[in-house]
């Protein structure tokens, strides 16, 4: 026969495997994960950032496909292949769009492309005729191009790198002090506790948005300063929880018992109450990935997060929300469905694990 265990982490395990959504988010938010990790491998435009601009092709409609002339550089690329996993190829090709060419001899006779039935300027190259085929090739962009040119599927896979990891670095960030500071206040109480909800209810009271900006402009514009930026004002949350949470728990025989065996103060709330509180803590912090995506793409749709020409679906946003009403929507709309379903994917593994951590159920 075989034994099942009781034990409540075994539990909520179970619960949570038998919610659909909760499972699906888990493994979409895996998946995004990859995505962001390895982006620059999947993207068609593996040049940092996904910057390879063609002004000539600006704004086209996803599944637009164009004939590219690749001109080599001089000067040769010596990144190794790690680098160019995960930092991007640094661009020292010239590609140039083309809507037509011929080859006479050992020149190459090519037509730019030109949009909006204009006639574009027509070149001549010199060519090697064996090199046709690796010089010349049909590109398709299946999201389109943005107002740059640029491959928009290439920015949005890019892009997704800064979305997904502001959550986990601003979520580290506020466990570390929120954590911290509920603890002393909530298991030592008194002048303590004072100080530090007076502490916490006026970093409450100031709108998250406005801080962030503050904060952000103290540190400077950069990718880190957002990140450091977003953590430090979503700690309150956290030290609230786990303040009354602890207040609760210390009143514990457990907790009882371990300061009649003489335990110290770090011992007990590190090793005995903080691993009993963790159900709603894990909870709020599913939760505060979701606000950490949506703050840093307000603060790129501000121009005062990832700046150009980083790649950021809020600053994707701001750069095309005028394309609605010219008649290329989508140009503002995939990034802007690509926050909202992460969004919802952290705010459905949030709802699932409160549900599966709830011992009342």
Known sequence: MSSKTNSLSALALQKFKNDFWGVFSFWFIVCIGLISVFAYAIAPDNSQYANQMHLAIHSKKPGFKVQMLTISSAIKNEQNYFDKLFFGRKNTETEIPISSYKIEGNSLIYTEYASDGLVGVEKTLSFNPSQETKLITTKTFLFGTDKYGRDLLSRILVGARISFFIGFVAVFISLIIGVFMGSIAGYFGGKMDAFIMWIINVTWSIPTLLLVIAITLALGKGFWQVFIAVGLTMWVEVARVVRGQIISAKEMQYVTAAKALGFNNFRIITKHILPNIMAPVI????????????????????????????????AMIKDHYNYIILGKP????????????????????????????????
């Open 330 to 361: 989508y140009l503002a709309l995939i990034p802007g469905l690509c926050i909202m379903t992460l969004v919802m994917a952290f705010m459905l593994i949030g709802n699932a694990l409160r549900d599966a951590l709830d011992v009342k159920s």
């Open 283 to 314: 909870v709020i912090s599913a939760a505060n990935f979701a606000a950490a995506i949506l703050i840093e793409s307000g603060l790129s749709f501000l121009g005062i997060g990832a700046q150009p020409p980083m790649a950021s679906w809020g």
